[in-house]
């Protein structure tokens, strides 16, 4: 059974650097058909892409947030990590780590969802 | 970077009402790499078609995808009611990943 379990503080202040941790269970991180990817979204608002993190460690980034954002994993602790440097309340969000499969027959997409977590963004 | 638009924004139906939601990218991709979710408030989104064309495992058969190039379309024939949602398209290409803004069907 695939499951993935984001964590990390409730509440974060202006200024601060949010990290969150992405817990999966039922897949290898080194599973060369897989990755972990960062989704978000604003109350109110559509889904944002973040950041991804494949099998060979390859990282991508959202062109608008790349300079605030690192993504890494610990293949050993199941475990993807998310940084976001200097945080302002507009990043007040659920934020999500999904699932990234390349299929067999070349198509790729999101196959499973954590439940997400909601950051606050205030002083 | 490409974008992708969604319409109608908004579409109010009644249960048994067909729903015709829209995907149009800012240029031409690969529908193997155009997928469609659909989100419910306090969920999880769910994959429901990739592919373009291809139901997620459990997706009933009343959703279907298709299109080619600019335009995709999400089909759901006959609306039962845990289908009010929103429904998102999302591309990948060059590394990166792209939601659309949503279209929200609700009860008319």
């Known amino acids: 059974q695939v499951t993935l379990k984001e964590s990390g503080p409730v509440l974060v202040k202006p200024t601060e650097t949010l990290t969150l941790t992405c817990t999966v269970s039922?897949?290898?991180?080194?599973?060369?058909?897989?990755?972990v990817s960062w989704i978000r979204q604003p109350p109110g608002k559509a889904l944002e892409w973040l950041a991804h993190?494949?099998?060979?460690?390859?990282?991508s980034y959202s062109t608008s947030l790349k300079s605030r954002l690192t993504i890494s994993k610990d293949t050993s602790k199941s475990q993807v990590v998310l940084t976001m440097t200097n945080m302002d309340p507009v990043d007040t969000a659920t934020y999500y780590c999904?699932?990234?499969?390349?299929?067999?027959?070349?198509?790729?997409?999101?196959?499973?969802w954590g439940q997400g977590t909601l950051v606050t963004v205030s002083s | 970077e490409i974008v992708l638009m969604q319409s109608p924004g908004t579409l109010s139906l009644s249960p048994g009402e067909r729903a015709t939601l829209s995907c149009r990218a800012s240029?031409?991709?690969?529908?193997?790499?155009l997928a469609w979710y659909q989100h419910k408030p306090g969920q999880a989104p769910r994959l429901l078609i990739y592919?373009?064309?291809s139901r997620a495992t459990g997706i009933p058969d009343r959703f279907s995808g298709s299109g080619s190039g600019t335009d995709f379309t999400l089909t759901i024939s006959r609306l039962e009611p845990e289908d009010f949602a929103v429904y998102y398209c999302?591309?990948?290409?060059?590394?990166?990943?792209?939601f659309g803004q949503g279209t929200k069907v609700e009860i008319k």
């Open positions: 999904t699932r990234i499969l390349f299929s067999v027959a070349g198509t790729v997409y999101f196959d499973y």
């Open positions: 039922g897949f290898s991180l080194s599973n060369a058909r897989m990755g």
């Open positions: 993190i494949f099998s060979n460690d390859e990282k």
């Open positions: 240029q031409s991709v690969s529908s193997s790499y």
């Open positions: 592919g373009a064309s």
């Open positions: 999302q591309l990948y290409r060059s590394s990166l990943w792209t």
